[in-house]
């Protein structure tokens, strides 16, 4: 978590005006509280960059408590000197959802482009809320989110609260178009799926597995998360102290 901290402080210190992709989810949240105890430890100003989250859910204002709005504010932004005027997510309650992520696309398009997107990855291979079988050319756009999806978001709708049933989603080829990706995963849970996205064949069954053709992506991961990797031995020879960027 350190080391995706750091990759994305060093691209802030080398271009202060860096676009970043931002992701949200239970990975996210330590990456989050390193990342801005290392802007404040080296007085690193985010006050020129600009961000995209991945997604947001249909029907949640962005005042809404569980909205993926809220969890910004509260983890990242309220907590940074980030110009809130530049950060972008899409508007879940948009009148027409079809038109604000038609519009989304364009807002990321006219900004240059994202330098670095922060990916977290679902225990079915999603990125983004790019269910399997997206397809893997797909712009941002509404998604129906799968029954595992919603299952393992539950957590964050305490209550009777209804969970949302849709998504506005960057799509796989918005992801793709980005200069840089880092995929973080930990946890027993997230083997698999981190399995058959570096090792397993690049399907929409799989959407993250789309990565392998990307031309920079970065993969950070807990022993737990290798655990079904088969070439396990390879990337320990690779990388035998884990990834180091300093
Ligand atoms: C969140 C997102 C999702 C999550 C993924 C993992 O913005 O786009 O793809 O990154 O569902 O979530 P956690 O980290 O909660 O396991």
Do not use: W
């Not at 430890?41 to 029907?59: M, P, R």
């Not at 940074?80 to 972008?88: C, E």
């Not at 997230?190 to 597995?209: D, F, L, Q, R, Y």
């Amino acid at each position: 978590m350190n080391a995706a901290a750091n990759i994305l402080h060093k691209q802030v210190q080398a271009k202060p005006d860096s676009v970043l992709g931002l992701a949200t989810g239970g990975t996210m949240l330590r990456l989050y509280a390193e990342f801005i105890a290392l802007c404040r430890q080296k007085s690193t100003t985010l006050s020129k960059i600009t961000t995209f989250n991945l997604d947001e859910y249909v029907g949640l204002a962005s005042v809404h408590p569980h909205s993926y709005h809220s969890y910004m504010q509260e983890h990242l932004f309220s907590k940074t000197d980030i110009d809130i005027n530049t950060t972008y997510l899409p508007r879940g309650d948009a009148p027409d959802p079809h038109q604000e992520a038609a519009s989304y696309e364009t807002l990321i398009k006219n900004a240059g482009g994202i330098d670095i997107q922060l990916l977290g990855i679902g225990k079915n291979g999603h990125i983004g809320f790019n269910e399997p079988s997206s397809s893997l050319a797909s712009r941002t756009r509404v998604k129906t989110l799968s029954v595992g999806t919603i299952e393992a978001n539950r957590q964050y709708f305490p209550g009777d609260c209804e969970f949302p049933k849709m998504a506005i989603t960057m799509g796989v080829g918005t992801i793709m178009n980005s200069r840089e990706c880092i995929l973080v995963a930990t946890g027993a849970d997230k083997a698999e799926a981190i399995a058959k996205m570096v090792e397993g064949p690049v399907t929409a069954s799989c959407p993250a597995s789309i990565l392998q053709f990307h031309q920079n992506v970065t993969v950070l991961i807990d022993e737990q998360a290798s655990s079904a990797l088969q070439m396990r031995a390879y990337y320990q020879q690779v990388h035998p102290r884990g990834y180091n960027n300093d």
